[in-house]
């Protein structure tokens, strides 16, 4: 079984930043991709970035030059460094594993923090 460990949530002023870290326990193949989502109330959970065992990492259009993705394979954990804060980045943060290739469709979830960004 595998467990996903959010932490680093919080409020903070636009403009600001917050490091939210994710540590994964379990059968954590060495093929993977880890990443991170988010939702707002009422709307769908969408991509914020991700990134792959071997160092390849995407991220939504809305992030890109704010938000940084990085991650210790050895220690099976991922962080997201959000800077320059705004408040449309409020909604709760979902750490995301897919375990092994795609097309095992081994998927798990975060149990979710919360980022609140004040104007």
């Known amino acids: ?30 093929t993977n991709r880890m990443g991170w989502y988010r939702q707002a109330p ?5 991509m914020v970035a991700a990134i792959t065992s071997g160092g390849s990492a995407i991220y939504g259009n809305s992030v890109k030059g704010r938000f940084t993705i990085s991650r210790d394979n050895a220690k099976n ?26 097309y095992w469709n081994q998927e798990y979830w975060g149990q979710g923090t919360q980022v609140t960004v004040s104007s």
Do not use: W
Request: glycine fraction near 14%; charged fraction near 15%; hydrophobic fraction near 30%.
């Open 1 to 30: 079984q595998v467990q996903l460990v959010e932490s680093g949530g919080g409020l903070v002023q636009a403009g600001g930043s917050l490091r939210l870290s994710c540590v994964a326990s379990g059968s954590i193949f060495s």
């Open 42 to 46: 009422g709307k769908q959970r969408d």
């Open 77 to 102: 954990t991922v962080s997201l460094q959000m800077n320059r804060l705004e408040p449309e980045d409020t909604a709760v943060y979902y750490c995301h594993l897919r375990n092994g290739p795609s």
